[in-house]
């Protein structure tokens, strides 16, 4: 009796923790690009997404660099550049290449092989993908193959894979390749430019430099093989492949690593000589070293954030699912680049930094990785010369931040979207009026400041976004009747253009200066050198003062006094009325129900707008009755058309005691990736869904937040079925963990 | 300010009872016949599955009604003969049929219409299913549709239907019409002949009886609606239709409810004649009342059969499932009918009953629901004169149980499976030599007993069950080499066929005849007239129990003294060795891969064998290095091609405290039908897997037996992350509650 397949049973199926898990099985060729999303890999410098070594027809390959954008010739706007492709690891068994062919199995020598088994796993608690793979050749011959892959964070430079073959049935000949593939578009867009391929006896490399942008790249790549490896020029390709041929044995398994490293002309003079150096040090350390390397630090990151949930296990998966997102896109080590609203695990929105950073995806950084935050916060301010540039092209004061940003600061925002059917093009105005953009980083900023108490990054950074911003404001207003105004303004609310004092803007408008205000004085009380500095470098004058406390006495806040509502632009009860519930269940939404052309003339609301300010800003909003009345008002007419609505209406609901609608916005908001319920994640992570589920959770149902005193403290309102929540934040340089139970 | 769509809202999304539901979303079409399994409602008279009202290519329509079997010319075998389909209710908006269309949803006048959502919901609570749809027809209007649907757990007569309809944008013509469908068949074979239709101003009837068992039905269905109905004849289709036409204003809504009732000759005189009748009083019930009636049955049922566990939402549901879908398959009200293997819920062995009935089906009766149980029982103690024929037939005494049963207790097994690609056709054996079904009957009726002290079903009909089968296997036999020998069986490892001296049945002969001796004690003890009775007519001589104890003593065990393990049958060890674990992930079957001619060469096991009788008998099998060598001998070589496998190794893995494995094989078992991993539930309910996974929690990791005072005790061992097990046991009559947490 050979009792050696128990224990390879055992060796096959590594155990995998609970609810750190997400799972492809069996393989489901119909959700190839969502999948791919899904099980992304990342460490904060680059990620790639979850397509295969051996590619299939219709995948959307890319690894995304942080701050490696390209404007193209032709192309509107710059967009994040899709780097050359390290995953290549190709494998022949009998002359027959693996893929992931779904054949009739029956047959013992299918043509082109035979796909017997497949599960794709993606442990978030390790940062680890594993695809297995049975696989019968048209010899006849059966493989098990298991793919590894992890994108260091540890060493961001480094990258790993590892495969392992088992021959199940026949003594297959096997054949290995690997390179690197440099023949890489964004969708057909090149971007790449001056590409050299090299290699060694036991490395291939590669350099490039961007066609605009000249950003340069050095990639390099070794196969570790137990055998003989051998590299040959691929002529047709120009380039070069590493190979390892062997017979393996019945029964016997045979383990490959493949290593690659990669540097930019953003980190270092020389990126191939370093990506050269880093992958020779990366080999005598050996892949189960590097992994471990790797898993510390992930062990690291979840300790402080990780928010456990007992009692609703999706909840719980995809609480994690989000936090795992926003951590392999959040820069470690750079201050200079920032997270795009699908991250980095797709090509939509361009790689374009949005609000949805400052005040969806920064919240779970600044409380429990607050590092990070810093160094997505000092993205801003170095690109306060973009926002002045902005200001001045537009011919106001002071620091107007872009809607869309990339690496220059400049206003990135595409004028037109593309063709409809017609041929015709919708303009976008969202560059031009979505100008809440600036009031929304200023908040991050304060919410960092007084969740960290880093007084120097207020003092040295943070204070020149709020108030050059505020300069802003101040020269943006209008004084019209007797009052001031902001005309032709894009609230959240994208569904309704150029409007009229969008009572979010204004009222926002008001909250940040009053921010200013009181930060001149904290500056002048806490530290003269930067009140000075400032004072000088804004021009800060009394006469400037005055005028942000006169705009704050003065603002015009659309108002229903009849109804106690606020109103969200003058005008909007005048359109038609739409129930939005009616429209359910449904997977378009309202809008590409009705048409463009139609709900715009409605009372459809695209996302959170006047909830949003409620979530904000919370009771200075107004008295606990006008909440309660803007939510009845607004939640019926809101479309969730955007994917930072759900969670937020969680948020706030879970404040108004609606705990069957919050948990309903809740798992809605829980869906949207995991179960494309937006149908667009092949596009990309929803950057700003994975943040707000973690504040519909934390500031929602936990209902945490500093009270009067600058402490944080908890007024909890969780779903009945959850049996406790726990989780910890970072205050004020020191760790406080929450437990919440019912009780 | 309209704030009737907020309560719209709520109403339209009723608080769905968490881990009680099966949901579609959205629609799946590449699963179809997959979900419409999933989805099947019933009653224990009949059952239903998932199909819609309007129809859908490529659906696999049934209602299956126990104990309506029909062999039709031509074919091999009698089958459980598919209804006539009480599904149809369709409705036109202006003039578009309402059907399941995907279609480019922006198209503001789709031809056919578009889908624009959908969801649907089994709430396994109450026994309902519910389908929400949003609809745009040619015209652009939209509607809301919502239908409803259950077979009355109190009435088992009635399916009741309802179909709610809000126009959510423009004011439609509506047209609902609604009917019984006859021209149904099972897979293209026709069982029904002297079809009648027939109407009166309010209702549309049926009859019809089927082609060669003569079974009699009738079907009435009414259509209430709220407007105008008539009733035409479709002459093409020999069918009167029932129609309703109005114009649903702009955001109104309109209910209709379609009722239907169902007998058969089995039940009544005069099906037809009894199905008007039930129908014009459960049109006066109404809808309402008739669905809460139905509740408060599921209320009952729940109370008694709900395994509540905490920490595994998996686990629950899966076991709901599991237990909901045994529940609605179970017969209330009639005695002579069984569970098939695919339950009523497709087409999978024709509705045949299997030893999986008694050995993975019952014990979750027996336990929770011990009069259903008794049901089942005393369909096979009335087809002991079945069995008594099968036995004669072979040259046996007593009563041989045939292995495929149906209405008349025959063997109807088929003797050839259907041709291979290359025409050929394998024999079936099972029919002629799995031949321990006869001892898996006798099991379940002393596990009955045990549990509820019935001795009256014991002493007047299980007794004779045990008895008579008991007879036949002292004739079946044979003395050889100094010893008993049971030539050519099959063990539950099917795909070892006729092999000499199978240890299981060996084994299980052995515990069968002790069973059977100390039975005759109890009744000669216990109830006089029925020993006589027995005595007398099973002719159960002196000499027969002395032959019995003799094969108890004598009877051949295969077994290797050497490495303590049982053989599973003699020579099973010679064949080649193929080490099943590197075969994974698979969704094949070992068998499958390697293909018939070679695996049946090979030490592949089909299921649980060994293991399986392990799990019958416990201790009784061995010592416990024994148990444990026999684990790491089988488990190694099994392939788990059966549905039956994976919940059986989750009991005795459990057992012997290999806690990883028990907690794999249950989840492997608790997926078989809801992730559809064995690839075929299109043609039912895995309703051995159902029990099997009930079993795996209760007497694998909750360790419930019956001690040696015949009393109810636990030894737990559950999985870590469970933190509790909450189940109620029927025990004599009385409930017991068991709850079961790690300490």
């Not at 045979?254 to 690659?260: A, D, E, G, S």
């Amino acid at each position: 009796m050979n009792r050696l397949s128990y224990l390879i049973l055992m060796k096959n199926k590594p155990v995998q923790p609970r609810l750190w898990n997400i799972e492809e099985f069996p393989f489901h060729p119909e959700k190839l690009n969502h999948i791919e999303t899904l099980m992304t890999v990342g460490n904060g410098y680059l990620a790639t997404r979850g397509s295969f070594e051996e590619g299939y027809e219709g995948d959307i390959v890319t690894t995304l660099i942080h701050g490696i954008f390209n404007h193209a010739s032709g192309t509107a706007v710059p967009e994040l550049v899709n780097a050359p492709n390290w995953l290549p690891f190709e494998v022949h068994i009998d002359g027959t290449p693996f893929r992931l062919v779904n054949q009739n199995e029956m047959s013992l020598n299918p043509r082109g092989g035979a796909l017997l088994g497949y599960r794709q796993q993606l442990n978030m608690h390790i940062g680890l993908l594993r695809r297995e793979a049975l696989f019968r050749a048209e010899s006849g011959s059966i493989v098990r193959i298991v793919f590894e892959r992890f994108a260091s964070l540890h060493d961001e430079h480094i990258l790993g894979q590892r495969l392992d073959i088992v021959a199940v049935d026949g003594s297959p000949k096997i054949e290995v390749t690997a390179y690197i593939e440099h023949t890489v578009t964004n969708n057909g867009v090149i971007h790449w430019t001056d590409i050299k391929t090299g290699h060694t006896t036991n490395q291939v490399s590669l350099s490039a430099k961007t066609t605009q942008s000249d950003y340069r790249l050095g990639m390099s790549s070794t196969l570790l093989a137990t055998g003989d490896m051998t590299i040959t020029v691929d002529r047709g390709n120009q380039r070069p492949v590493m190979k390892s041929v062997f017979v393996l044995p019945h029964q016997e398994s045979v383990t490959l690593v493949k290593l690659t490293t990669v540097y930019t002309s953003r980190d270092v003079t020389n990126p191939l000589k370093e990506s050269i150096h880093k992958l020779e040090n990366a080999a005598i350390i050996g892949y189960e070293k590097l992994l471990n390397q790797h898993q510390s630090e992930w062990h690291k990151y979840w300790q402080d954030s990780d928010i456990q949930i007992e009692g609703d296990e999706i909840a719980q998966l995809s609480l994690r699912f989000a936090m795992y997102h926003i951590l392999i896109s959040a820069p470690r080590h750079d201050n200079d680049v920032s997270i795009g609203a699908k991250t980095l695990s797709g090509f939509g929105y361009k790689g374009h930094v949005f609000w949805d950073t400052e005040l969806f995806i920064l919240p779970p950084l600044i409380l429990t990785q607050p590092e990070l935050a810093r160094n997505l916060l000092m993205y801003r301010y170095h690109r306060l010369p973009g926002a002045r540039h902005k200001a001045k092209a537009n011919g106001y004061e002071g620091a107007m931040y872009p809607w869309e940003s990339t690496d220059t600061g400049e206003e990135t925002t595409p004028q037109w979207g593309d063709p409809q059917p017609d041929g015709s093009r919708i303009r976008i105005w969202t560059g031009d009026n979505e100008q809440h953009i600036s009031t929304d980083i200023a908040y991050a900023v304060l919410q960092y400041w007084r969740w960290t108490g880093d007084d120097t990054f207020l003092a040295r950074y943070g204070a020149e976004i709020i108030l050059d911003t505020a300069v802003f404001w101040g020269s943006r207003v209008e004084t019209k009747n007797g009052r001031y105004e902001i005309s032709r303004q894009i609230g959240p609310d994208e569904y309704h253009e150029n409007v009229d004092n969008s009572v979010f803007t204004n009222r926002m408008v008001v909250w940040h200066l009053e921010q200013a205000v009181s930060l001149v004085h904290w500056l002048k009380a806490n530290t003269l050198v930067d009140y000075n500095r400032l004072v000088e470098s804004l021009n800060l004058t009394q006469a400037r003062l005055e005028l942000w406390n006169d705009i704050i006495k003065n603002m015009f806040i659309p108002f229903d006094d009849a109804q106690q509502i606020h109103i969200q632009f003058p005008g909007f009860f005048d359109m038609e009325y739409i129930p939005v519930s009616h429209y359910y269940p449904r997977t378009a939404s309202v809008q590409a129900i009705l048409g463009h052309q139609r709900s715009i003339q409605t009372q459809v609301i695209k996302q959170a707008d006047v909830v949003m300010l409620m979530a904000l800003l919370g009771e200075e909003v107004g008295a606990s009755e006008v909440m309660v009345n803007n939510w009845n008002t607004y939640f019926p007419r809101t479309d969730h058309g955007s994917s930072l609505s759900p969670s937020i209406h969680a948020w706030v609901a879970a404040h108004l005691g609606l705990d069957d609608i919050a948990l309903e916005q809740f798992e809605h908001a829980a869906e949207i990736d995991l179960r494309n319920n937006k149908g667009n994640v092949q596009d990309g992570i929803h950057g700003a869904a994975s943040g707000g589920l973690w504040q519909a959770v934390v500031f929602g149902f936990c209902g945490l937040y500093l009270d009067e005193k600058g402490e944080p403290v908890v007024e909890a309102r969780i779903p009945d079925h959850w049996k406790s929540v726990t989780f910890t934040v970072c205050y004020r340089g020191e760790r406080r963990q929450f437990t919440i139970t019912p009780n």
